[in-house]
């Protein structure tokens, strides 16, 4: 008690009065006092406590506190006991949590990559800002999902079993891409890093950070066709064609220099080199 009010037991008599304190009052705790003096033992919820208001010295700190009333031999409430545990470094760990939850929290908000959090079944359960707004999908829509709604059905079966090998083996991480469509329509790639989400040592989902690579995509297919349209016009021209190293090697020639040249084969071609013998 001299420890947590900074003065002694016997000292404090008659300054405090549970029932007419102001900071009872202010804090919302007028009603548990009331009911302990109804007969009823009475936990209240965690408070900060200011002595000083109260007229005691020491430091603001946060208690869990019971109340339990003492009866006379008529059943009479007479009195009650105040028991105070001191949680305040508890407390104040819970709070600087809290603050490391919230900033962690706006940082995935506001990031650019979709961030997704689901259960072992793939049912989703958290969606960042980022992932609405690319998928056109609300939030509240998301958790009645499951990651295979959105993929594309030629890509199901191949996604699914990546990530129950990633269970099944424990895996920490995985990492995957693969084509989604979005609530209008569109077809988005993403590639995906999954990592195993475990509380006391059970597997209970997933954690994804997935990047949208449609462009990259785009680019990848347009330069597919773009390099098919030059192996059929590097083959089919009339106009012949060779690259060599720079010792002079032939790497690469099409038919229509072949025929020029008089070679029977690329094979017989590539045994000389252009810059000291000619063709």
Request: proline share 4%; net charge neutral; charged share 30%.
């Amino acid at each position: 008690y001299e420890k947590m009010y900074g003065i002694k037991a016997e000292d404090s008599i008659g300054l405090f009065n549970v029932r007419t304190d102001p900071q009872v009052e202010t804090l919302g705790l007028k009603s548990f006092v009331n009911r302990a003096y109804g007969g009823e033992s009475v936990r209240l919820p965690i408070f900060e406590w200011d002595p000083k208001i109260s007229g005691f010295p020491g430091r603001s700190r946060y208690l869990r506190t019971i109340i339990y009333p003492l009866k006379d031999e008529f059943g009479v409430v007479s009195n009650v006991v105040i028991t105070h545990e001191d949680v305040t470094e508890r407390k104040q760990a819970e709070l600087l949590l809290q603050k490391s939850e919230e900033k962690y929290r706006q940082l995935i908000e506001n990031v650019d990559e979709i961030i997704l959090m689901s259960d072992v079944n793939g049912n989703f359960n958290y969606i960042n800002r980022s992932g609405v707004e690319k998928t056109g999908y609300s939030f509240e829509e998301f958790t009645k999902m499951n990651y295979l709604d959105l993929i594309l059905p030629d890509h199901k079966r191949r996604v699914q079993i990546h990530h129950l090998r990633q269970f099944r083996n424990q895996q920490p991480t995985s990492k995957i891409e693969f084509p989604i469509h979005t609530k209008t329509g569109d077809i988005r790639w993403l590639t995906q890093s999954s990592q195993l989400r475990i509380i006391d040592g059970l597997i209970v989902g997933f954690n994804t950070i997935t990047y949208d690579i449609t462009e990259r995509k785009r680019i990848e297919d347009a330069l597919k066709i773009s390099e098919q349209r030059y192996r059929v016009f590097f083959k089919n021209t009339t106009v012949g064609f060779y690259r060599t190293d720079p010792s002079g090697r032939v790497l690469i020639a099409n038919p229509a220099y072949l025929e020029i040249t008089g070679y029977d084969s690329f094979e017989e071609l590539s045994n000389r080199e252009i810059p000291n013998r000619g063709y």
